[in-house]
């Protein structure tokens, strides 16, 4: 079964608007991961929520976790152009080591 | 500059070819992984390892061979491959393998082309 499955697959915005991401899972987690692609290249830790954690914020991002839910999400406020991407949760599975399983992404593009 | 490099950057091979790519990480970490970037599809994980020693081999075909010399290096050598297997294939690092605790660190990628 699929872990860390993003929602929507692809999101459009004007700049100065907010962006959602949003992500499930299936297993119990030690933590999540949002990472981001620019085309074709490689990807960027955005944060890392730990399973006991219920929000963090890092500049401009905000992610929340819902274990109960077996949910997050990732929000940008105030987008930029710069901010246009693919974006990714990864989870950390408990019990499976170090591997992080990713999801299919959010392509998110910003329009100036 | 996220302090992992990988060479090279674009590879076209066909599919008699031997032809390896290389990954060199300056973080001082203790753990390095081989992933696969196909269209329309999640990042696979490939290859783990820690402290030079493999943990973890995802069910991949035997036409991809893993090394890891030391902590600082990880090669993935590639032989008799597939036109399906042509995708980006990303390095990653992180501090430590265990329990994911650790975020990663990736390479730009080699895109990796099967004629």
């Known amino acids: 079964s699929q872990q860390g499955e993003e929602d929507p697959q692809a999101l459009s915005i004007q700049e100065g608007e907010n962006a959602t991401m949003n992500c499930s899972y299936k297993t119990s987690i030690n933590n999540l991961q949002w990472y981001r692609q620019n085309s074709g290249r490689g990807l960027v830790h955005l944060i890392l929520?730990?399973?006991?954690?219920r929000e963090k914020h890092s500049g401009r991002l905000r992610v929340t976790l819902d274990t109960s839910k077996k949910s997050s999400s990732l929000l940008i406020t105030a987008s930029r152009a710069a901010d246009t991407a693919s974006y990714f949760c990864a989870t950390a599975p408990y019990n499976q080591g170090g591997k992080l399983i990713f999801g299919q992404g959010t392509e998110l593009s910003v329009k100036p | 500059e996220t302090g992992v490099t990988q060479t090279p950057r674009h590879l076209v091979m066909g599919m008699t070819n031997k032809k390896s790519l290389k990954c060199e990480q300056h973080l001082g970490h203790n753990a390095m992984y081989w992933y696969k970037q196909s269209a329309k599809k999640p990042l696979e994980l490939m290859f783990v390892?820690?402290?030079?020693?493999?943990?973890e081999n995802n069910s991949v075909p035997s036409r991809f061979s893993p090394e890891c010399p030391n902590s600082s290096h990880l090669f993935l050598h590639l032989h008799t491959l597939q036109p399906e297997d042509s995708a980006l294939y990303l390095c990653a690092s992180s501090q430590d393998s265990a329990g994911g605790a650790y975020e990663q660190y990736f390479g730009p990628g080699t895109r990796l082309t099967v004629t």
């Open positions: 929520i730990r399973s006991n954690e």
């Open positions: 390892y820690s402290l030079e020693e493999r943990v």
